[in-house]
């Protein structure tokens, strides 16, 4: 998710077996949380985000990953959905 120099990443990592939140401002990159999961390679999975208000929560494989606040987002009129190089835009 993005906004005016400012991007929200959530991803799941099968080298490191976590779902991550990573909050970028102009350029900086930030971890916010991050929670162990098992993120096995060669295999598909479901990661799901989802929004309301300030709020969101991230779950993994149907399994509840992360939940997290951030003002910075609230009013945000885009996002990005990047997978493995192909991105999906929503307004």
């Not at 930030?30 to 929670?35: F, L, Q």
């Not at 989802?50 to 149907?62: A, E, I, M, N, Y």
């Amino acid at each position: 998710m993005q906004g005016r120099g400012q991007l929200l990443r959530c991803p799941a990592n099968a080298l490191e077996d976590n779902v991550t939140i990573y909050h970028t401002i102009m350029g900086k990159r930030t971890e916010k949380k991050r929670v162990e999961m098992n993120v096995r390679s060669g295999q598909w999975h479901t990661l799901r985000v989802d929004f309301h208000g300030s709020h969101f929560s991230v779950t993994f494989d149907g399994k509840k990953a992360l939940e997290w606040e951030d003002e910075t987002f609230k009013d945000a009129a885009k996002w990005e959905c990047d997978q493995g190089g192909q991105r999906d835009a929503v307004r």
